[in-house]
């Protein structure tokens, strides 16, 4: 009964009852892509068509003008693009190891390790889910400045690597592994790193993917740290790096819109390209995540 409601609700073959939700789901698709293509054509708009009334929405005679102008500002800066560039790269790609790992970790001992406290601590993450950067931003600040890492490279780190959100997601898929599995490695004499690594991680895959893609969306878009805890430019990530140089031309205010136009492309694309290619794990996070 169940693989025949299944095949019927999920078919392999285009069925006509399939008909009405495409009817919906089409439209509402086209709706959600008009932003991502506004953006890619907005960035390739010579500068009348950036300034025309009324606007418009496809480029019509596109250019890499905005691109060069922004290469070529980048160019004449006493750091060079590349420093800053390699710095968010770095940064990125620690942060997102780091957070998956204490995430996954986190998550273990509270979904399969019974303190006195553990309600406590679930309730407490829950309660983090609440707040915003904004909340905490003072508190981030005076914990970064009295354990003396101001104008450090971990400034760029330490206040990304724990993610409320990601942990409550790890915990909720790893809820439903069978606590008789555990019971079984512990019996073959698997100790709790062992287990995390042959079994845990194996079948908690698709939420750690989605939260290596919000951890790294959350990191590459970073400008905070940047302009809070370091002052010495050559420490400073991308992100910040073109925020600040698309404002330095506020003055230029046409040469401005193009170069920030740009520079939105050369941020966004990476996070598109990241959720592409775990598109897969990200739907099955949101499909099982809640169910226990």
């Not at 509402?28 to 506004?38: E, K, N, R």
């Not at 800066?77 to 790609?93: E, G, K």
């Not at 986190?106 to 950067?133: D, E, H, W």
């Not at 046409?254 to 775990?278: D, K, R, Y």
């Amino acid at each position: 009964m169940t693989s025949l409601a299944g095949a019927r609700m999920n078919p392999k073959k285009f069925q006509a009852s399939q008909i009405k939700f495409y009817i919906i789901l089409l439209p509402l698709a086209i709706i959600m892509l008009l932003p991502l293509v506004y953006i890619i054509n907005h960035a390739f708009k010579p500068l009348d068509e950036l300034f025309a009334f009324p606007p418009r929405f496809f480029v019509q005679k596109p250019t890499f003008d905005n691109f060069i102008r922004l290469f070529k500002a980048g160019s004449t800066t006493v750091i060079p693009m590349s420093v800053y560039l390699l710095n968010s790269i770095v940064v990125t790609i620690v942060t997102v190891f780091l957070n998956l790992v204490i995430t996954v970790c986190a998550a273990y001992a509270l979904s399969k390790k019974k303190y006195k406290f553990t309600g406590r601590l679930v309730s407490i993450n829950q309660t983090a889910l609440m707040f915003c950067g904004t909340v905490v931003a003072i508190p981030t600040y005076l914990v970064i400045s009295r354990i003396g890492l101001m104008n450090t490279f971990l400034a760029n780190i330490l206040p990304l690597i724990a993610m409320p959100v990601g942990l409550f997601l790890v915990k909720q898929f790893m809820d439903q592994v069978p606590n008789d599995l555990i019971e079984a490695a512990k019996v073959e004499g698997a100790g709790d790193l062992r287990i995390i690594k042959d079994i845990i991680i194996p079948i908690v895959k698709p939420s750690l993917a989605t939260v290596g893609i919000l951890t790294f969306q959350a990191v590459w878009n970073n400008t905070s740290t940047s302009s809070l805890y370091i002052t010495k430019e050559k420490l400073k990530t991308f992100a910040y790096y073109l925020n600040t140089l698309t404002m330095s031309t506020a003055g230029n205010t046409i040469v401005g819109v193009g170069m920030q136009a740009a520079s939105t492309v050369i941020i966004f694309l990476p996070n598109l390209i990241i959720f592409l290619i775990l598109q897969s794990q990200v739907m099955s996070t949101m499909a099982y995540s809640g169910i226990k």
